[in-house]
């Protein structure tokens, strides 16, 4: 209906005596409303997000976290986590009881993972989820496009949805695209609550639901991640603080030292 009621006003204005200066007109107020009526795009989305966030998000991270274990969609059972982050390259959990000692750090680009205190493993591992819920607003822009296309982001691709009843940006796919890596963002806060990639040959997939604000941004409250359309983790998180003081020794891979409450 929009279409036709341009058309028309095109037509009028093109019957009137001015009709050079009309045209010119008309061919404006098309161009400006086609503009209005086009969805951002992922790019654009990004930038609107870096805008809001950067510079206001909270530093400094911490929580407990109900972390449920689902083996074939049923529950096999639950754990307690601790989580500590400095944004936006160091993430810290420690598993049950911290004086276990048994914990993984992930810092830049590899995680490191500790058994009573020893370091067991460390492989390469740029954590995209710590980028996506937060640590691209420590970034210079040019930056988090940069990353964004790393992590396999298609940035010319993007559209506008619904997820459980709220407006949505998706960034790097198409209508109805469910086949490549994609980040969906709800419209008011900007705040992600959809992510689909594909890594190792399988389908990984998260919601990010109860967003609750902390500081100068926003947090999920309770995590669903599924690998190939099955679940085998819910996380509820408790006992937020955000921009609190943490020992950075905490985050160093090379000399281990156990958590304190």
């Not at 691709?157 to 469910?178: L, M, P, R």
């Amino acid at each position: 209906m929009q279409h036709v009621s341009l058309v028309i006003l095109f037509l009028f204005l093109l019957s009137s005596t001015c009709m050079v200066k009309n045209v010119f007109v008309a061919l404006l107020i098309i161009i400006s409303a086609t503009a209005m009526m086009m969805p951002p795009g992922s790019k654009e989305v990004l930038k609107n997000m870096h805008d809001r966030y950067a510079g206001k998000w909270y530093k400094t991270f911490s929580f407990n976290q109900t972390t449920e274990i689902y083996r074939n969609d049923s529950l096999n059972h639950a754990e307690t986590w601790y989580e500590n982050i400095s944004f936006p390259n160091d993430f810290r959990i420690d598993f049950g009881n911290p004086d276990s000692g048994n914990a993984v750090i992930f810092k830049n680009d590899s995680s490191y993972l500790f058994r009573g205190g020893k370091k067991v493993r460390v492989s390469p591992d740029e954590d995209d989820l710590l980028f996506l819920l937060g640590g691209m607003y420590f970034y210079p822009f040019d930056e988090v496009i940069t990353k964004m296309k790393s992590f396999g982001y298609d940035l010319d691709k993007g559209h506008e949805d619904t997820w459980k009843g709220k407006k949505v940006y998706v960034i790097g796919a198409g209508k109805g695209e469910y086949s490549v890596n994609q980040l969906w963002v709800e419209k008011e806060n900007y705040s992600p609550v959809r992510m689909i990639k594909y890594e190792n040959n399988s389908k990984q997939e998260a919601y990010f639901e109860n967003h609750t604000k902390l500081g100068g941004g926003f947090t999920e409250t309770l995590v669903h991640f599924f690998i190939n359309d099955k679940l085998i983790q819910v996380e509820k998180y408790h006992d937020l603080k955000g921009d609190v003081e943490i020992d950075p020794a905490i985050f160093d891979p090379g000399n281990f030292v156990k958590l304190k409450l």
